[in-house]
């Protein structure tokens, strides 16, 4: 049965994985320079319009989401799919193809949707800004990465799919469904024959509009920033500590639970809106009820680690990943609490929310795409890591940007927020708005800090990926748990 | 008939229902485990012993004969 | 049951569909048609200001500003009357925004003037001190393109039935005309000449009478029409 002239082809994993990095530093570069804005506005002009906070928010959070995440998300899932079934892409020549076809396609679809968000290209829909012509391209990227899924199961060795490819399933699934749904728009020009033809409207309009985004907004972040993540640290975490999942039953289970939970979960970003009361609440109550999946599937990855917690302090990519897991914990309970009415009427519209997207995405998300691919590093070419040291600093630098980012925008968004609603002895508002600016200049300052110390740790990342890969000691076989490093 | 109303009924119908497929896929698990029928936890292996040379947890093939 | 689904790729995929697709259809569809429903009153965007709107979008004012006003006194004594579900009926697509980095503006027309907002998106501190938003300059010499603005109005027109050239009152007159891009052109002409009369600014007033609207002046339009 088992030919070993075969190998796993990582020719794919490596690509995205080269991206990822890519894309992290644009991205992240970008938002470390809009959170520089905010604290000193001058850095605005500095390439014309083009540099506007406006211009580039978005170009930030598709780069980082779309662009990073996602790149991330292919790159291990070219690597943990072929494993986990058993089955190298080397044995089909169709789905190699549909894979470097789904690596080029997604690449010059992403530097052409950036490029037309620079452009003003955009239908102001968060986190689907890009016009009809890209969404477009969009699907066709999504239907390839379908067809490398499914494929690839087809011609497994393992009859059962490991929860890893549960995860990257929904994620396929989940993203299709969203996307599709949200992006339902009407180019003008095919309508009427005149104006831009990249012009497009909304299907929906007001109140179903919204209603529609954050069903979607929401579930982007499930389906993004969550799903595919846990995919990852279900194989990496016990890959590269030596120890099964805690309990596979748990895992089982937590994910039905946040499959069903999740995508109710989108009315908390519209409290205190327009949309219907019941649904107002229906958010408020599933996010709560979210907290349970969540905490499911983070402390089974914690408990993976019982009896072996040596490790932590010997391997800094186990640190990394449990750091990730705690992360996960942190922004999933204080989602929650976000959620709850009286403290969203405080923190909604607040530097908390953002806070909050940044202590999931750097901490949860970043963590474990770096841990991933400095995990798959080693494999890919032959060699050790080229340094543990340089992992070590950009561990503690990237944790203290972290936290350095959340605590300000936590102070930040709750003194905005009291401050909206402070009123003096006889009920007046006893600021006005921009009092409630100028006083957060010291939070942001802090918090691009923080964001440049991350930024800082991703060269770091960047540097160590590349001299692994061209300077490294060479290593006789592939190693089976711990990914060796030179000192 | 008002669309709140349905909408209530059939929101409570569906929490009861979704209660008894909770509990009863958690039974499942657990029960067929009991019995011996299947051991969920081997499946954690598949990550650790992931080799393409490394024999399948399931191989397709015997699947007939093992899940029976 | 569960064991055979969990052993068949594409019906484990089919379940997996079923249980995340459902929330999104009992949450959004119940209420989808009264949703739509504009508030008495409620009337489409005319050319310049759906013009003015596209700028809005295409500059991602969004990104910084809220168009929802919540029902806090704190927010009403700021903003004004809490926002109702019909007046976004004619949004499309919704700018509610998500983040208030700078203020609310789902009122602002009734307590800024024309030639604030110009002061305003030329040199924001010249207005507000201590202002971190930044100056928009180019889009005082950018020409506003109306041609696309009218395909959005027919589009709509045609497509979601939005009552351009009808009379909503029933008081015999037709409340938002639209015609044909020459007619609608010309009405928005003379209505840029407006703002940008009350913008004191003379560049602005000039290209307009060259029969090119500038972006600031649609955007302001568009900003004035939000009540």
Redesign the interface.
């Known amino acids: 049965?088992?030919n070993?002239a075969?190998?796993?082809d990582y020719t794919v994993a490596k690509w995205f994985s080269y991206l990822a990095i890519l894309f992290g530093i644009i991205g992240m570069g970008i938002g470390v320079w809009i959170a520089f804005e905010l604290a000193f506005p001058e850095l605005n002009y500095v390439a014309g319009q083009y540099t506007l906070f406006s211009r580039l928010r978005p170009i930030h959070t598709n780069t980082v989401a779309f662009g990073f995440t996602l790149s991330g998300i292919f790159a291990t899932w070219y690597y943990v799919g072929q494993?986990?079934l058993?089955?190298?892409m080397a044995e089909s020549k169709f789905l190699m193809a549909v894979g470097k076809l789904h690596f080029w396609l997604y690449f010059i679809g992403a530097l052409l949707a950036v490029g037309s968000l620079l452009l003003r290209y955009t239908t102001s829909k968060e986190y689907a800004q890009f016009e009809w012509p890209f969404d477009i391209v969009v699907v066709l990227i999504w239907v390839l990465w379908g067809i490398s899924i499914f494929g690839l199961i087809g011609i497994?060795?393992?009859?059962?799919l490991?929860?890893?490819m549960w995860y990257y399933i929904a994620t396929f699934l989940g993203v299709a469904m969203l996307y599709l749904f949200n992006n339902m728009e009407v180019p003008t020009y095919l309508i009427t024959g005149m104006g831009d033809p990249f012009h497009s409207v909304s299907m929906y309009a007001g109140t179903n509009d919204a209603m529609v985004q954050w069903w979607y907004g929401h579930n982007a972040v499930a389906f993004v920033f969550t799903v595919p993540i846990i995919a990852m640290i279900?194989?990496y975490l016990?890959?590269e500590s030596?120890q099964?999942?805690y309990?596979?039953?748990l895992s089982?289970?937590s994910f039905?639970?946040l499959m069903?939970v999740y995508l109710w979960a989108g009315g908390h970003h519209l409290i205190y809106s327009t949309v219907p009361d019941?649904m107002q609440t229906m958010g408020s109550v599933f996010s709560v009820i979210l907290i349970l999946p969540s905490w499911g599937s983070a402390l089974n990855m914690l408990l993976t680690m019982k009896g072996e917690w040596g490790q932590l302090k010997e391997n800094p990519l186990i640190k990394f990943m449990v750091l990730a897991s705690t992360f996960y914990m942190l922004s999933t309970l204080e989602g929650p609490i976000q959620s709850i009415k009286s403290v969203n009427a405080l923190a909604h519209f607040t530097d908390w929310i953002p806070g909050h997207v940044h202590d999931g995405t750097l901490g949860w998300v970043g963590f474990m795409i770096i841990a991933a691919i400095m995990h798959m590093a080693p494999r890919f070419y032959k060699r050790e890591i080229y340094s543990k040291k340089l992992l070590e600093m950009q561990f503690w630098l990237q944790t203290t940007g972290i936290v350095l980012y959340f605590s300000s925008m936590w102070i930040a968004g709750i003194t905005q927020g009291m401050m909206w609603r402070a009123v003096d002895q006889y009920g007046n508002l006893a600021y006005s708005f921009i009092d409630t600016v100028t006083v957060l200049h010291p939070y942001y300052t802090l918090r691009a800090i923080g964001g440049l110390f991350y930024f800082t740790g991703l060269f770091m990342w960047a540097y160590n990926f590349y001299k692994t890969m061209t300077a490294s000691k060479a290593i006789e076989k592939?190693p089976q748990?711990a990914s060796p490093m030179a000192a | 008939m008002d669309?709140r109303l349905i909408?209530g009924v059939?929101?409570l119908g569906l929490i009861i229902f979704?209660t008894f497929v909770?509990y009863g896929?958690?039974m499942?698990?657990?029960r067929?485990?009991k019995k011996g029928k299947?051991n969920?936890?081997k499946?954690?292996?598949?990550?650790?012993d992931?080799?393409?040379?490394?024999p399948?947890?399931?191989?397709?093939e015997e699947?007939t004969k093992e899940?029976r | 049951m569960?064991?055979w689904l969990e052993?068949n790729p594409f019906f484990f995929a089919v379940g997996v569909f079923v249980v995340i697709a459902f929330a999104g259809l009992?949450e959004i569809v119940?209420d989808f048609a009264q949703q739509s429903r504009p508030v008495v009153g409620a009337k489409p965007y005319s050319l310049l200001e759906l013009a003015g709107r596209q700028v809005y979008i295409k500059e991602s004012c969004n990104a910084c500003h809220s168009q929802l006003i919540r029902p806090f006194k704190s927010e009403t004594d700021r903003y004004g009357m809490y926002s109702l579900n019909g007046e976004y009926a004619y949004d499309r697509p919704f700018l509610w925004g998500s983040k208030r980095t700078g203020p609310d503006l789902h009122r602002v027309g009734n307590y800024r003037t024309s030639d604030w907002h110009a002061n305003h998106m030329w040199e924001p501190t010249s207005v507000v001190p201590g202002s971190i938003m930044p100056a928009y300059k180019h889009i005082f010499k950018n020409v506003a393109d109306l041609e696309t603005a009218y395909a959005e109005a027919l589009t709509v027109k045609k497509v979601f039935n939005v009552p351009y050239d009808k009379d909503m009152n029933g008081d015999g007159k037709i409340d938002v005309p639209l015609g044909s891009f020459k007619q609608a052109k010309q009405r928005a002409l003379q209505y840029a000449l407006k703002v940008a009369q009350e913008t004191k600014r003379k560049d602005l007033v000039d290209m307009v009478k060259q029969g090119k609207v500038p972006e600031i002046v649609a955007l302001i339009a568009y900003l004035n029409r939000l009540k």
């Open positions: 049965m088992q070993p075969i190998e796993y494993r986990v058993k089955v190298s497994r060795r393992e009859k059962t490991y929860i890893s279900y194989y016990p890959k030596g099964p999942v309990s596979y039953k089982l289970l039905w639970g069903f019941w592939e748990f | 669309i909408q059939a929101y979704l909770l896929y958690i499942h698990l657990y067929s485990e299947r969920y936890e499946y954690g292996k598949m990550a650790l992931d080799e393409l040379t490394s399948p947890v399931e191989p397709l699947h899940s | 569960f064991s052993k009992i119940p």
